[in-house]
């Protein structure tokens, strides 16, 4: 990821995360997302005008937005400024922050890979990734699939691993 190369703070999963909690906020499903030379590009469907998620209370509209490296910066701010606040559940799989959530154990994954470029879409809670890496031997693009359960089973590892170690112990 050239644009953020270096820096401890932007990575794949806080980028993600952030962009996630503007998908939940902007009430997006059915994700595009493309990383292009200056920032990202980032498209979903949404429901005009409807004051909860609901297919019937509107029509479906596509909603694309170009978020630069800027923006993206502001984006992460404020998700960082607004973690611990939850939404309305998300209808596909009735978990709040859904989107926010399962970007970013979407980019954990990716921070463990390194990848030199990312597409990836969504649909029904579930993501396919297409994403160009690079090694001493190889260079080329490679598929990753999660299914919307292998996202929930990650998306609960990982709000099992920041626990204190006293409330693990707890539920076991």
Same mark, same amino acid.
């Not at 996630?20 to 997006?28: I, M, Q, S, V």
């Not at 579930?126 to 080329?140: C, E, K």
């Not at 490679?142 to 590892?157: D, S, V």
């Not at 709000?159 to 920041?162: G, H, S």
């Given at each position: 990821?050239r644009?953020?190369e270096?820096?401890?703070?932007?990575?794949?999963?806080?980028?993600?995360?952030?962009v996630?909690?503007?998908?939940?906020?902007?009430?997006?499903k059915?994700?595009?997302f !493309?990383?292009? @030379?200056?920032?990202?590009? *980032?498209?979903?469907?949404? =429901?005009?005008?409807? /004051?909860?998620?609901? +297919?019937?209370?509107?029509?479906?509209?596509?909603?694309?937005?170009? !978020?630069?490296? @800027?923006?993206?910066?502001? *984006?992460?701010?404020?998700? =960082?400024?607004?973690r /611990?606040?939850?939404? +309305?559940?998300?209808?596909?799989?009735?978990?709040?922050?859904?989107?926010?959530?399962?970007?970013r154990?979407?980019?954990?994954?990716?921070?463990?890979?390194?990848?030199?470029?990312?597409?990836?879409?969504?649909?029904?809670g579930?993501?396919?990734?297409?994403?160009?890496?690079?090694?001493?031997?190889?260079?080329?693009h490679?598929?990753?699939?999660?299914?919307?359960?292998?996202?929930?089973?990650?998306?609960?590892?990982a709000?099992?691993?920041?626990q204190?170690?006293?409330?693990a112990?707890?539920?076991?």
């Open positions: 990821m644009i953020y270096g820096s401890p703070r932007q990575d794949w999963q806080e980028v993600l995360r952030a996630g909690a503007f998908a939940d906020r902007e009430r997006l059915e994700l595009l !493309l990383e292009l @030379e200056e920032g990202f590009l *980032l498209q979903g469907l949404t =429901v005009p005008d409807a /004051g909860a998620w609901s +297919e019937s209370a509107g029509h479906l509209a596509k909603r694309t937005y170009e !978020l630069l490296d @800027e923006q993206v910066a502001q *984006l992460i701010d404020e998700a =960082v400024a607004k /611990g606040t939850a939404t +309305e559940p998300h209808p596909n799989v009735g978990i709040a922050n859904y989107y926010e959530q399962a970007m154990v979407i980019g954990a994954w990716l921070d463990e890979q390194h990848p030199r470029d990312l597409f990836l879409f969504e649909q029904d579930s993501f396919v990734l297409r994403l160009l890496t690079a090694s001493q031997t190889r260079t080329g490679e598929l990753a699939e999660f299914t919307r359960e292998e996202i929930m089973g990650m998306i609960e590892a709000a099992e691993k920041r204190p170690a006293s409330e112990g707890a539920h076991t």
